[in-house]
């Protein structure tokens, strides 16, 4: 897919507002979040979950409790320390000190503006777009990229369940993804989405939206978080 013309971020916010007046929003994240918790429940020991953007393990842990075997990607340093805190003494838990991508290789990380007042929080802002509104270019990081498609198609079983909350990244990599063998091995996706700091990837969001609804393989939810 490519950029096509990204809607103004005035109609995204004005889209964005009445969604949350009219109530539809919050019943469609309630739904999601049901749905989500019912992939939770149905993971088995055994069963391979992968967290993308584990930050701080909010869900690799819920995750690691169900006894699957949970695979975190987090690139950002700061967000690593906490979620190697969190999941110590979890021996289901590998974590991945790399970005998921399209490919290897290295990019930089921006962070959000203001990171050093409340680094624990602005963590989870952190993006590899320069241009996503919360962030600023002053102190960005370098990173490794993994090549998300390959690595999934060097695994020896099947992905149960995917968390990804990767700030913008999300549109490229799920367009691979979903254009890559590997995809019908996925049970399930549930990706938090970034059109409204990143609207130039609005068009595309919805494409992807369009092409995965009524998907079972794998079942593709955008509305989670």
Do not use: C
């Not at 290789?105 to 602005?122: H, I």
């Amino acid at each position: 897919m490519t950029d096509a013309p990204a809607p103004s971020r005035l109609r995204l916010e004005a889209a964005h507002l009445w969604a949350r007046l009219s109530g539809r929003r919050r019943r469609v994240q309630a739904a999601a979040k049901q749905e989500f918790r019912t992939a939770l429940d149905a993971l088995r020991p055994g069963d391979l979950a992968v967290d993308l953007g584990a930050n701080a393990g909010e869900f690799t842990l819920p995750m690691a409790r169900t006894g699957a075997d949970v695979v975190a990607f987090e690139p950002d340093p700061h967000a690593l320390d906490l979620l190697r805190k969190a999941a110590a003494g979890q021996p289901n838990v590998t974590i991945v000190a790399a970005a998921a991508g399209t490919e290897a290789g290295t990019a930089r990380l921006y962070r959000k503006t203001g990171f050093a007042r409340e680094p624990d929080r602005a963590t989870k802002s952190s993006s590899l777009y320069a241009e996503k509104r919360n962030v600023t270019q002053d102190g960005a990081i370098a990173i490794e990229i993994v090549d998300f498609p390959a690595w999934l198609a060097a695994q020896d079983r099947d992905v149960a369940l995917i968390k990804m909350d990767i700030e913008g990244a999300e549109v490229p990599l799920m367009e691979a993804l979903l254009a890559a063998p590997v995809a019908a091995r996925i049970g399930a996706i549930f990706v938090e989405t970034h059109e409204r700091g990143l609207p130039h990837l609005a068009a595309r969001t919805a494409a992807l939206r369009a092409a995965t609804a009524g998907r079972t393989a794998p079942r593709v939810n955008w509305d989670w978080h």
